[in-house]
């Protein structure tokens, strides 16, 4: 018998615009190869041999192995379990085992680690399948196998894909290719152009895909090769029913199932009737593409294969609510969105978990659609309240979760060999990042980036790795409940008072909607479309960002579509809004008040707070009201900053050339990459010093702090005193940076008092890692409120680093602002904050207001694009 190398598998289906979520494509076909290592390949598995051999450990195993195999094989989600129990069996003797002809038995080791990975990505628990199949690649380049490694690439490709990371996909299955055309290895070439063209699909580059598909076929086609010839017909059919054309698309899922139904393994059978019943869907015969996935819905009940079944409950719910039966579909979607709950949960690495959850938005999207169409029909029965849990459930659930942590210092109890490796490993990574600004700042070719590029992606990798390992064995974590979105119940409860009116927002395809909530009732709204939304957002954001706008008709046209519906229950309540896409971008203060005969800003009677989510507002009093003591002192402000060799504040300091501190000021130049990609100029910020200077005169000497000039460093804002001060005020540049989005951060000083070159970039994963006692955060800097925009997160940026840090509420900015303006409209607010004792987001609106009054400063420009976000109390 022959120990064999697996390819994963994995089928996944498409967002939206690509038909949403109704068709599979069958990512890579479940092929086997013989191990590329001579002595596996010379190691006959005689179990009759091996005992003669008084070998009874390896025998064992061997046993072990070959049992878990034929589990596998079964297909059925029982045996798979079962398989997996075995292959562990076998793994842990394989380990105890010596070696046989002086090799060890690695490569048996390797083949087992494979399969149990196999077995987790079939079961949806991608995490652990991601984990088994990196301590099988870590053998295989071990041992120089090149042909398992190239196996190995691909199937860590495949689960990448899964979870929506599709460039991460990309770079796994480009290394596969390379390695399987450098020994020739035609049906791992095949297998790696088939996964190539999915994630190409998936990039709506669908000419891109065919061409991959294509090849991948005929490939197949000359080897002869049963399995990956219908999983290469089955993707080319996807192409054609994205192209539209649904008789070619039929043809192909034909051939396929027919392949299928004919080969030994028959798991791709499900697949292509997935695929056929959504042919049948489009064509609008029902009844047909309703026999189809009830063909294949009990297929993958049977194999265990979640991710198929939530797929095709969901096919089979969109079918039952266009025709009419609603209360049918609510149970399908019901089953959907708990195997989705169920599978976001086994992954333990936050940004996966993020990616991952980004994937199925379209699912919550459906569920909120359909709960609200039922509340059309039943308006009594609190269909609109379960589709505002949904929207919560939607929304924001990472940064839920990051609260929770917060505190919860998940290091204690960890083991000290996992600490020292996380360490290290940030170490490595701050020496990468240093040679590559390096490299990039001198002569260089386009291969030495790309190999130090590689370099730096593997040990990202194996930092996030260590970060899930930490997570998996912290007792601190584990002991940790996953906190739950809340319902319109305990949002009323625990988050709503007398004055206060919630605004949660959710854009659909066909349809979005708007909950008004208060502590007492719950009114919902039906809006356009989310590409007429963003249409209109477009057109506002470049009106309001034009300096000498005071009005325009796109505002009017906004605050129609979003504001008017619920114009009659504003009064003058404060108005807490949990945003969604496009809408993120708007400053809710610069909307026109509804009614209103000439434009009066929304600010005028209402405070405005905008929340990521009205979950996020119950944990952020929650972690806040744990706080043993308050921060004794009240404000350190860091402002005017020097960025330049060439501020005067540098006369007379002895200036080092950056070529004679190697190490000095690499990171500056990181900035200086960063802000170009950001189109930031770093000029001195004049203004903020006067800003700064009039803030800290409202403050009695012994319970403030200022950090100006060479001091408003990275230095002073990552020391542990910041956690003294309960305000905390920068007033200088800030970075967005969609290309890098971990450049994001605040820029503070480049050079000490000797004129030498520093790191003076805050990033946020120092924001992170600061430890905060603060009430408040201001982000006096341009386009600190946005981030990079994630589906189903909202826009992930440095609001909930500093909220992750200790702050539950920031001030921060939606784009690049007026220096002088800003300056004006800090001095009113911190004044109505610290000697007229307002809450900030009362002192902010005030604030806001009277610079609009002020003839100069009247255009939404000058003061709409600060907003508070967070807590209000």
């Not at 949403?20 to 010379?42: C, H, M, P, Y």
């Not at 130049?669 to 960063?674: M, P, W």
């Not at 200790?806 to 004006?824: F, H, I, K």
């Not at 604030?847 to 003839?855: D, F, K, P």
Request: proline share 3%; with cysteine.
């Amino acid at each position: 018998m022959t120990h064999v190398k697996i390819y994963d598998s994995t089928q996944r289906q498409f967002p939206p615009l690509l038909r949403g979520r109704t068709i599979i494509l069958f990512t890579s076909i479940l092929l086997f190869s013989e191990s590329n290592v001579a002595a596996a390949r010379q190691y006959s598995v005689n179990i009759a041999q091996m005992t003669q051999a008084n070998d009874a450990t390896r025998a064992a195993a061997e046993t072990a192995y070959q049992e878990g195999k034929q589990l596998y094989q079964q297909g059925t989600a029982e045996s798979l379990v079962k398989a997996i129990a075995k292959f562990e069996q076998a793994l842990q003797l394989y380990r105890q085992g010596n070696t046989l002809n002086g090799q060890k038995l690695r490569s048996l080791e390797a083949d087992t680690l494979s399969y149990i990975a196999k077995i987790y990505s079939e079961l949806g628990e991608k995490q652990k399948a991601l984990s088994y199949y990196n301590q099988g690649l870590s053998l295989y380049r071990q041992m120089g196998d090149k042909k398992s490694e190239g196996v190995s690439l691909n199937n860590i490709g495949s689960v990448y894909y899964f979870l929506g990371e599709n460039q991460k996909a990309l770079s796994y299955y480009n290394q596969s290719l390379l390695l399987h055309r450098l020994i020739g290895n035609k049906s791992g070439i095949a297998t790696t152009l088939n996964n190539v063209g999915k994630v190409y699909l998936e990039l709506q580059e669908n000419q891109k895909a065919l061409s991959y598909f294509s090849q991948s076929l005929s490939l197949h086609q000359q080897a002869g090769d049963k399995r990956g010839i219908p999983t290469a017909l089955n993707n080319i059919g996807i192409v054609y029913l994205n192209l539209g054309e649904n008789q070619k698309a039929l043809s192909y899922f034909s051939q396929s199932l027919s392949l299928y139904q004919q080969a030994t393994d028959k798991r791709g059978i499900p697949t292509a009737l997935n695929n056929i019943g959504k042919v049948y869907s489009n064509l609008g015969e029902h009844q047909k593409a309703l026999d189809y996935y009830n063909q294949c819905l009990p297929l993958y009940i049977q194999m265990g294969s979640k991710t198929g079944e939530a797929r095709t409950l969901y096919n089979i719910a969109s079918i039952q609510r266009d025709s009419g039966d609603f209360k049918a579909s609510l149970t399908q979607m019901e089953r959907v969105i708990k195997i989705v709950e169920d599978l976001r949960t086994k992954i333990d690495s936050q940004e996966l978990r993020t990616s991952y959850f980004a994937t199925v938005q379209d699912y919550y999207e459906f569920y909120i659609d359909l709960l609200m169409q039922l509340h059309k029909q039943h308006p009594s029965q609190g269909y609109n309240a379960l589709a505002l849990q949904t929207s919560e459930r939607a929304r924001a659930r990472s940064l839920l979760e990051l609260l929770t942590e917060a505190n919860a210092d998940i290091h204690q109890g960890v083991e000290p060999k996992l600490l020292s490796q996380e360490h290290n490993l940030q170490q490595q990574l701050d020496t990468l990042e240093k040679r590559r600004i390096q490299l990039l700042n001198v002569n260089h070719t386009e291969a030495e980036v790309q190999a130090l590029e590689k370099e730096i992606e593997a040990v990202l990798e194996q930092y996030q790795q260590v970060q899930v390992q930490i997570r998996a064995t912290s007792p601190r974590y584990a002991a940790l409940t996953q906190p739950q979105p809340l319902s319109l119940t305990q949002i009323q409860q625990q988050v709503l008072d007398d004055n206060t009116l919630l605004l949660e927002y959710s854009l659909g395809e066909k349809r979005s909607y708007l909950w008004a909530v208060t502590n007492k009732s719950i009114t919902s709204y039906e809006l356009p479309k989310r590409a007429d939304i963003e249409a209109t957002v477009q057109k506002f954001r470049q009106e309001i960002t034009t300096p000498y706008l005071r009005n325009s008709p796109s505002i009017d046209t906004l605050s129609q579509i979003i504001l008017a519906p619920v114009a009659q229950q504003l009064g003058k309540k404060r108005l807490a809004i949990a945003s969604d896409g496009a809408l993120q971008y708007v400053p809710f203060s610069a909307l026109a008040t509804p009614g209103s005969s000439s434009y009066e800003p929304l600010l005028l009677n209402h405070e405005i707070i905008t929340l990521p989510s009205a979950s996020t507002v119950a944990i952020l009093r929650r972690e806040h009201k744990e706080r043993k003591s308050a921060a004794p002192k009240t404000l350190v402000v860091l402002a005017d900053p020097i960025f330049s060799s060439d501020d005067e504040r540098l006369e007379g300091k002895v200036k080092v050339s950056p070529s004679s501190v190697p190490e000095s000021n690499l990171d500056s130049q990181a900035l200086t990459r960063s802000a170009q990609d950001s189109d930031v100029n770093f000029q001195r910020l004049r203004f903020t010093r006067q800003e700064a200077e009039q803030i800290l005169s409202l403050v009695p000497v012994s319970d403030r702090k200022q950090a100006f000039d060479f001091t408003a460093s990275r230095t002073t804002a990552s020391s542990e005193n910041l956690s003294q001060y309960r305000i905390i005020h920068f007033a200088t540049h800030g970075i967005l940076n969609s290309k890098h989005p971990e450049l994001s951060g605040v820029v503070l000083s480049l050079f000490d008092n000797q004129g030498r070159p520093q790191n003076g970039f805050l990033r946020l994963h120092d924001i992170f890692n600061l430890n905060l006692q603060a009430e408040l955060v201001v982000l006096s800097a341009c386009k600190t409120g946005l981030g990079e925009e994630v589906k189903g997160e909202g826009l992930v940026g440095l609001t909930r680093g500093f909220m992750y840090a200790g702050s539950p509420r920031v001030v921060v900015s939606l784009w690049s602002v007026d220096d002088q303006a800003t300056s004006e409209l800090m001095k009113v607010f911190y004044k109505k904050m610290l000697q007229e004792k307002l809450k900030p987001a009362a002192a902010l609106r005030i604030a806001q207001i009277e610079i609009w009054r002020t003839q100069k400063y009247a255009a939404p420009y000058y003061w709409a694009a600060f907003t508070l976000q967070g807590e209000w109390k």
